[in-house]
């Protein structure tokens, strides 16, 4: 069984930071794709950002420039630095990774979200 485990979320003011980490566990051969969603109230899902496992990037238009993702491939770990935080970034964050268990099965795993809330 596969688990991704978000933490980090929490209330912040506009103009502050956050750091998120989302840790995969169990039995896992490899992690190629992970990313960041969020979703916020009466809005459906949206990619914040994504990460290959050969380090590429892309993010929404609405973060460039002030998130960050990374990952550290020893921890299976992927992180998403939140800087100059908007009220408009308010929703719940979801990890989300495309994890082998066995070689030629591929599936999409999600967290269970964090809740980001900033205060105007």
């Known amino acids: 069984q596969v688990q991704l485990v978000e933490s980090g979320g929490g209330l912040v003011q506009a103009g502050e930071s956050l750091r998120l980490s989302c840790a995969a566990s169990g039995s896992i051969l490899t992690i190629t794709r992970m990313g960041w969603y969020r979703q916020a109230p009466g809005k459906q899902r949206e990619l914040v950002a994504g990460l290959s496992s050969g380090g590429s990037t892309n993010y929404a238009d609405s973060v460039k420039g002030r998130f960050t993702i990374s990952r550290d491939n020893t921890k299976n770990t992927v992180y998403l630095q939140m800087d100059s935080l908007i009220p408009e970034d308010t929703a719940v964050y979801y990890c989300?990774?495309?994890?082998?268990?066995?070689?030629?099965?591929?599936?999409?795993?999600w967290g269970q979200g964090t809740q980001v809330t900033v205060s105007s």
């Open positions: 989300n990774a495309d994890i082998s268990q066995k070689r030629g099965l591929t599936r999409s795993y």
